[in-house]
């Protein structure tokens, strides 16, 4: 997007009366909060403008993303969620080089109609009302090609793909697909960290690892016959096979990294990111606190991030890897509980963290990330696929 941003002021809801057609939540007025601090990749007056140059001209694309704004107090996310009007994040955004982003929307922390979210009426609830909100404005586009994506670019507008992270709504309905793809989602997880009807997710995988079902084979083939792209961030190491081995489009690990670097269920085999690659794939590396640390940068941040990085592009090749710092506009790291909620080694030495330095929210992250490609040497090539073009050339596939 670079400069040529066509961002007016617009901000959520603004067709609407605050206090009277909606309950209104503080939000954080600087893009890192007061948990965190501004971090940026310094570079030289040579390479400063290089970096700028490439976000201006190359088309950004971000695998995943929470692209709203969560409450400045976080212990206010239920009541928000609940609400089921989450308010994008339209001139934080404005303030980023990104042309696009997948953005997975609030999912098993929707609680409109139920205790537990996950259920289909919810999600269809937040995709219609973001939608309407979208409707309003004329910065961010909802895309639904690659064509979408590139005119998004060339316009100085964001192009938003939603996403949802797991099959679970569906529950035993296949032509639910459908719905969702008529509303606009173009990505779907297979699996969440629990299992589903479709397979098994990655925090059920110890001891007992069952990979796809019966349904979930049925599922990947109505995906694949309908251009629904098949992401999965946090499928089981069985899961990921099975639906590599399936698929007959690429598919997508959105926000993952490499288990090799970090013993933990979040992370990936390295059989497991060869069989993504296979498919045409692209693996994205995740950002969100403690996902990616490494044993040469134990202390999560942007280092430890390209660390995993790095051992991609080694392992798979540069035209198979890309983004997905899996960021947010609030307090990630208290969003969790202030715990890791996934299993990674005893034994691993990982530092806590209040926030990941230099990639805090999609704004920080993916500035930095150009800016870190440009002080290490890759490529104008190279930083224009890992920055956007190798997604874009899978999704060419993927959607049809």
Known sequence: ???NTQYDGYEAFDYLEAGEDYTTFEFQDDLTGEWGEAYEVPLDGADAERAARLSA???VVSLHEHA???PEDIDEQTEYARQGRAFTAYEFLSRSNLDAVFDWHQN??????SG????FSEVVHDVGMRAADIDHQEFVVRARTVDDIRRAHEEGRLAIVPGIESCMPLENELDRIEVLYG???RMMGITYAESNALGTGEADMRPNDGGLSSFGYDAIERMNKLGMAVSLGHASDRTVLDVAEASDAPVFLSHNGARALLDSTRLNTDEGLAAVADTGGVIGVNAAPHATPSAEHPRHSIASTMDHFEYLVDLVGVDHVTFGPDTLYGDHYALHGRDVPYEIDPDAEVERVEYVEGMENPTEVWHNVVRWLVREGYSDREIAKVT????LRALEDAWY
């Open 116 to 119: 537990n979210g996950w259920k």
């Open 108 to 113: 098993g922390g929707l609680k409109v109609h």
């Open 388 to 391: 956007g073009e190798n997604v």
């Open 1 to 3: 997007m670079g400069e």
């Open 183 to 185: 509303l606009g989602v």
């Open 57 to 59: 001209e190359n088309t």
């Open 68 to 70: 709203f704004l969560f």
